[in-house]
């Protein structure tokens, strides 16, 4: 009995290795477990449920697959994939779980969430987050034709790509009193995301009581997994593509 973590995966036709890795992750892993949760950042980006890439389909076939074998699949937006809607977890069979989530992890209460609300020193992503979360701003987005979203969408990552040359790693990084405050507000002590793209276990004291920050590693040259089982193990791993 596993249940699985992953984020961060950022599969886009230019990464065909990464896509393989997580094919064969599914196949030969994930189909063993008890559910798989991803935390977002799945896609390297996306412009709507009706951008017609076959890597889309290819990969909701794979975590439909994965349903009809019995596991349970849930996922969380990302920065970058939080346009992902109904359509396409329709396709995919996969459950959309809100932002912040808490889940019982075989007895424990786990907080889950993608990680990029935790970084909160970066006040250029904060503005342009609030801007493209905005409903209607979305829904006038999704109302354009697919050529113009596209160039868009290249457009702002191009941009994004620029201006991360200058952020620090210390803005780059979650918020320690954001996570304090995330803890606080579910009422737990487990805590799993990703996006900073530094996979760690973080055992920290509040208060006087012990409590665990797990951060899933990106997909580069390794893929990068999160195991619980029922027992107390937790094991975060790194493996070949
Ligand atoms: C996702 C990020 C690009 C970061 C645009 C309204 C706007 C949605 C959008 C376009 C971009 C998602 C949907 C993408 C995340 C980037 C660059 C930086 C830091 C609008 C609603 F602007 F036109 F009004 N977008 N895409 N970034 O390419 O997937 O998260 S994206
Ligand atoms: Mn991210």
Redesign the pocket.
Known sequence: MTTLFIADLHLSDHEPTITAGFLAFLQREAVHADALYILGDL?????GDDDPNELHDNIANALSQLHDKGVPCYFIH??????IGKNFAKRSKMVLLPEESVIDVYGQKMLIMHG?TLCIDDPG?LR??R??H?TI??K???S?PLFL?QK???K??R???RS?RTKSSLMMDVNPLAVIKALKDHQVIHMIHGHTHRPAIHDMTIGRRLSQRVVLGAWHDNGSVLRIDPGDKIDLASFPL
């Open positions: 896609f390297e980006f996306w412009i990302g920065n970058r994939d939080f346009l990029d992503y342009f987050r801007y493209i905005n701003i979305q006038i987005f999704l354009l979203r868009i969408a290249g702002l990552r941009q994004s790509k991360n």
